[in-house]
């Protein structure tokens, strides 16, 4: 039986679909945000509080994301996190992923007031965005084709990525 949520992502078609897709439960946004990896072109900028490891720690995410970066050698993630201590002391596929691609994945910390932001969203190519409302529960909005919105939020991602600062314990260590 395919559910509604199930329909919207069947025909889901980045920068081309006019219909907002609700998001309730971490399984919906697991899903979308797989999909929208999927179908990104050049960039994939994600904002995060912690790496959220229900979201971003799962295989299924780390490998849509490392067949996306290694589609061309001109993709770019880069991914911004306000507390990295969860993502430092359990582990995390991302940032696993993030030594081997060192080129086309980067993530940085928030630093001043940027870290205290307490947003989660993700902007793919300048066209897309799914956003988490609030910080409590899953429940969201991904939008296909939100272009003066997900271009203001990319500007506002590069300002801050400029800010932000380098993770020492994500760097990779050769010996």
Request: hydrophobic share 40%; with cysteine.
């Given at each position: ?25 971490i ?28 979201r ?26 306000a ?33 205290r932001?307490?947003e989660?969203?993700?902007v ?5 965005m ?42 990779q260590?050769?010996?």
């Amino acid at each position: 039986m395919t559910t509604p949520f199930d329909a919207a992502l069947e025909q889901f078609k980045l920068g081309e679909s006019e219909e907002l897709v609700r998001l309730e439960g971490i399984d919906e946004f697991c899903k979308a945000q797989r999909l929208l990896i999927g179908q990104a072109k050049r960039e994939v900028f994600i904002m995060t509080p912690d790496l959220e490891p229900e979201r971003y720690n799962e295989p299924e995410f780390a490998s849509a994301l490392s067949a996306f970066v290694r589609r061309s050698r001109f993709t770019d993630v880069r991914i911004l996190v306000a507390d990295p201590s969860i993502a430092i002391r359990w582990g995390h596929h991302v940032v696993k992923l993030g030594r081997r691609l060192t080129s086309n994945l980067k993530i940085r910390q928030l630093s001043g007031e940027d870290a205290r932001r307490p947003e989660a969203w993700m902007v793919v190519d300048d066209i897309a965005m799914l956003r988490r409302e609030g910080n409590d529960g899953f429940i969201g909005v991904l939008n296909p084709r939100s272009i003066p919105h997900a271009q203001r939020a990319r500007r506002d991602f590069i300002e801050m990525w400029e800010r932000s600062e380098e993770i020492p314990d994500f760097r990779q260590l050769h010996l």
